[in-house]
């Protein structure tokens, strides 16, 4: 990845984080992409609450969203610490988190694969 790309999704990256804390995301959308994700029955309830715990419980719902942005990203059910989490994968070592807070990481991360992050 390039500097340009790397500057570029960190801004993106932090957009997208700034628009899911303001709720300002369209939220039919983040719904037909989360369904297509991890099938829901009761989207909506998971939605609400969702919404508001944010960060906490949303590394899934915020990667499918980074994923539409970023289509060549991989959807990585990984760890951060000890934690199950998901976060997107560019170019096979760019990791892109938005929610690495809800375990004490940062807002936002866009950076080389490296501890605490793990695919397993």
Same mark, same amino acid.
């Given at each position: 990845?390039?500097?340009?790309?790397?500057? #570029?999704? =960190? =801004?993106?990256?932090?957009?997208?984080?700034?628009? @899911? =804390?303001?709720?300002?995301? #369209?939220?039919?959308?983040?719904?037909? *992409?989360?369904?297509?994700?991890? %099938? *829901?029955? +009761?989207? +909506?309830?998971?939605?609400?609450?969702? $919404? =508001?715990?944010?960060?906490? !419980?949303?590394? $899934?719902? /915020?990667?499918?969203? *980074? &994923?539409? !942005? @970023?289509?060549?990203? &991989?959807?990585?059910?990984?760890?951060? &610490?000890?934690?199950?989490?998901? @976060?997107?994968?560019? +170019?096979?070592?760019?990791?892109?988190?938005? /929610?690495?807070?809800?375990?004490? $990481?940062?807002?936002?991360?866009? $950076? %080389? *694969?490296?501890? %605490?992050?793990?695919?397993?």
């Amino acid at each position: 990845m390039q500097r340009k790309d790397y500057d #570029d999704g =960190e =801004e993106v990256a932090c957009k997208v984080r700034a628009d @899911f =804390e303001a709720r300002k995301i #369209d939220e039919v959308e983040l719904k037909l *992409l989360y369904q297509q994700y991890n %099938p *829901l029955e +009761d989207i +909506d309830i998971f939605m609400q609450r969702a $919404g =508001e715990m944010f960060p906490n !419980l949303n590394c $899934g719902l /915020t990667t499918v969203y *980074l &994923k539409k !942005l @970023f289509p060549n990203g &991989k959807l990585i059910n990984g760890r951060y &610490k000890n934690n199950n989490h998901t @976060f997107l994968l560019l +170019d096979e070592s760019i990791v892109v988190d938005i /929610t690495s807070d809800q375990y004490d $990481g940062p807002k936002v991360y866009v $950076g %080389p *694969l490296q501890k %605490p992050w793990s695919l397993k």
